[in-house]
């Protein structure tokens, strides 16, 4: 079989495992760089393509190929809505999903405007509207930092989620085809200070090790669920333990997932099974937000 990887980087560690995995059975794989003109998808078609990149040049390409009945994981459609994180949290709150509270804004300087008339509670994480790489994600303490927001990203679309306080270990779940992976990082945004964990660098009792058997069976139901309401077959979810429950913070289609034992394995045979299934034999449902997630319309 033929298999085709959209992506500028087919040395990326997952995606080398899994072909050659695939081209020591057999198989060939092809690297399509969608940042590349003859990369326009006119020639035969593979008899799967890995979706790995989220530029507009790489959705464009997979949308022209699944046109021509070629089977894409994940489907450009899916793909795009998690570059959306607007999209993302509106389709999130209405599938029932606990996802943080999100709102949108046109610009940094609305939430200042909303911070400043007391409508808008600190702290808070401000994110890139538009997911990508280099985007803004960021924990908000004062209105200082807003204005020093709205100074250095004037017209970046943004979302804004309340700042949840936690151990300061994000927990990362990937998930492919169903196959469950998952670690603890240690968070970016977290103050060690805030969280009475001055002098306490290393993860939480048990952490060592941290894999799907650690998970309590309520949150690996709900990495797999995501990728029920999403649409993705190859997907990360980010929770953060909530007051009450796990609440998940993001979804990305086809992430890294580098260093988990089976991901590339998981990955390889996806890549076959979808190939030998071939296209399926009406258009998969298109994942969207509703009409009223507009650019300034907040995810409630």
Not at 186 to 193: F, G, N, V, W, Y
Not at 209 to 226: C, E
Not at 246 to 272: C, H, K, Y
Request: net charge negative; hydrophobic share 45%.
């Amino acid at each position: 079989m033929r298999i085709g990887l959209i992506t500028s980087a087919p040395d990326h560690p997952l995606l080398a495992a899994a072909g050659a995995l695939l081209t020591a059975d057999g198989h060939r794989v092809e690297a399509l760089d969608p940042a590349d003109p003859p990369a326009t998808g006119t020639g035969p078609l593979a008899d799967v393509y890995l979706l790995k990149a989220r530029t507009p040049a790489a959705l464009a390409l997979a949308r022209s190929l699944e046109e021509r009945g070629a089977p894409v994981v994940n489907p450009a459609a899916a793909t795009e809505l998690c570059q959306d994180r607007t999209a993302m949290a509106e389709l999130a709150r209405r599938a029932g999903l606990p996802f943080a509270p999100t709102r949108t804004a046109e610009r940094p300087a609305a939430l200042l405007a909303a911070a400043e008339a007391g409508e808008l509670a600190l702290p808070l994480v401000v994110k890139s509207r538009h997911s990508r790489r280099h985007d803004l994600v960021t924990r908000v303490d004062d209105t200082s930092r807003l204005r020093a927001l709205a100074d250095q990203w004037p017209d970046e679309p943004v979302i804004a989620q309340p700042y949840l306080p936690s151990t300061g270990w994000d927990q990362k779940l990937w998930v492919v085809a169903g196959q469950l992976f998952c670690a603890r990082r240690r968070s970016e945004l977290a103050d060690p200070a805030d969280l009475g964990l001055v002098g306490h660098v290393g993860p939480p009792q048990g952490a060592d090790g941290f894999g799907p058997d650690d998970l309590p069976a309520g949150r690996a139901r709900l990495a797999l669920r995501v990728g029920e309401v999403f649409g993705l077959d190859v997907y990360g979810v980010d929770l953060l333990d909530g007051p009450h429950r796990p609440v998940v913070v993001d979804v990305n289609a086809f992430p890294g997932i580098r260093g988990q034992a089976g991901a590339p394995e998981a990955l390889a045979a996806l890549a076959l099974r979808t190939a030998a299934a071939g296209p399926p034999p009406l258009p998969r449902p298109r994942a969207h937000a509703p009409a009223d997630a507009g650019p300034g319309a907040p995810a409630r």
